[in-house]
Each structure stands twice: as C-alpha cells, then as structure tokens.
C-alpha cells in the first residue's frame, strides 16, 4: 500500500495521501538481522515517497512535524541505537526541519563525509580523531533520503573534491552508490581524489555483540578510509 498507492496517488488521480510511516531501523543494539535492518535503499526506487532520518534530536522533532504537514507520504525512520541515548534542550515554539535539506555539520577543507542516521556520529568522531593529523574534514547529514540535497553536496565537494560516503545498510546496492553516481555525473570536474563507500558487507546483520561489532562502520574503520583518501 506505500509503495503501489500511497506514493503513486498524486501522480494517477492528483491527490496527495499525507501520511507518515514510521520505522525503527539500525544495529548497535545487538537485536539481530530482523531487527537491525536499515531498508532506506528498499524504497529509494519509489518516486513519490519521501524517506527522512534524524539524527539529533532537535531533527527528529522537526522532521517529523514536516512530515506530519507534508500532502504526500513520509517514511520516517528512526535508529534504534538513538533512543534513549540522545538528549537535548528543544526551542519551546513551534519549527520545522524542511525535508530536503542537508546539514553541514563539521565544516572541513580536506574531504567530505556524506552520512546520516546514527552514522553521524562516528563521522563526527573520525573527524575530530583526524584533527591532530592535519587532516581537516567536513562532515554532511543528509537528513533527507528522498529527495537528497544536491546542492549541498556538490557544493562540498567542490570544496574538498575528496568523499567518503558513509551508511549502515550493504555496501551493495546501498544509497552510497546512487550518492555516488551523482558526484560522478554532476561533480566529475571537482574531485581529485576517489569517491569512496565505508559500509558493511551485503550479510545479514549479526545478532551477536562481537560479530555486530565487526560488521558496523565505526570510528576505526572512518578514520583510516579517511587518511588514505586524504593521502591520495
């Protein structure tokens, strides 16, 4: 009903469905591979569906109030490694986060991290490991899914012209490679260094702590990704 109608409605009869669909995603919590999927790159190929997942908590506020307003369908999706670990002070009046509109959350001159979701902050940790290299990254959240930001993208690179693109879900088939497709076709001229994807392997997530833990991107496997693209 999401894919085939939901997200199909306004372009076969011109009326929106204005709902939100939310869904707990992501691993860390040691909850198996039922439980610790990130499916993002299963509705990616849907147009008229909008995918959104925050990663601080003044965005999960905001986006899913924009959400709520929005006329067409919103998957929403929330990593279930965030609850309960994030918390912060919110601004009592009323906002939104717009829904197609990345966050630069670390500017840096050296190379791009494109990431989102809990991945966020291993991005932000790999940053802050590598500033006593030299190595000066800047960090992007995508925040949106559908529709990405472009502009904020491409305009990073041409700044850094170095990418590491970074998610939780297969490397195979993952939204990594539709990121990269676009700085390949639209930011061709800005890089001199590879667009490189850091994500797991296209296995199942396993259930158990110390296979989970070789199997999720974490701050290791960022900041060495990092130094051999800063190298190139």
């Known amino acids: 009903?999401?894919?085939?109608?939901?997200?199909?409605?306004?372009?076969?009869?011109?009326?929106g469905v204005p709902i939100v669909v939310r869904g707990p995603c992501g691993g860390g919590v040691s909850a198996g591979p039922f439980h610790s999927a990130n499916p993002e790159a299963y509705f990616l190929n849907v147009p008229g569906?909008?995918?959104?997942?925050?990663?601080?908590?003044?965005?999960?506020?905001?986006?899913?109030?924009?959400?709520?307003?929005?006329?067409?369908?919103v998957l929403f999706l929330e990593h279930k490694f965030l609850y309960r670990r994030?918390?912060?002070?919110?601004?009592?009046?009323?906002?939104?986060?717009?829904?197609?509109?990345?966050a630069v959350r670390c500017e840096g001159s050296d190379l791009t991290s494109v990431t989102f979701g809990a991945m966020l902050h291993v991005a932000l940790e790999a940053?802050?490991?590598?500033?006593?290299?030299?190595?000066?990254?800047?960090?992007?959240?995508?925040?949106?899914?559908?529709?990405?930001?472009?502009?904020?993208?491409?305009?990073?690179?041409?700044?850094?012209?170095k990418v590491i693109l970074l998610h939780e879900a297969s490397r195979t088939g993952g939204i990594g490679g539709e990121l990269a497709a676009i700085?390949?076709?639209?930011?061709?001229?800005?890089?001199a260094g590879?667009?490189?994807?850091?994500?797991?392997?296209?296995?199942?997530?396993?259930?158990?702590?110390?296979?989970?833990?070789a199997f999720m991107p974490d701050l290791g496997r960022v900041a060495a990704a990092a130094r051999r693209l800063a190298g190139y």
């Open 194 to 213: 590879r667009v490189v994807r850091v994500a797991p392997p296209a296995t199942p997530v396993p259930s158990t702590p110390p296979l989970e833990a």
């Open 183 to 191: 700085i390949a076709e639209d930011g061709f001229e800005y890089r």
């Open 86 to 102: 994030l918390k912060d002070d919110l601004p009592g009046d009323d906002y939104i986060v717009p829904i197609g509109k990345a």
């Open 127 to 161: 940053a802050a490991a590598l500033e006593p290299d030299g190595i000066d990254c800047e960090v992007i959240d995508l925040r949106t899914l559908a529709p990405l930001d472009r502009k904020t993208i491409l305009a990073s690179v041409a700044k850094t012209s």
């Open 49 to 73: 569906l909008k995918i959104v997942e925050p990663a601080t908590v003044y965005d999960a506020k905001g986006l899913l109030k924009a959400a709520i307003r929005d006329d067409d369908p």
């Open 1 to 15: 009903m999401l894919v085939n109608f939901a997200a199909k409605s306004r372009y076969r009869t011109g009326a």
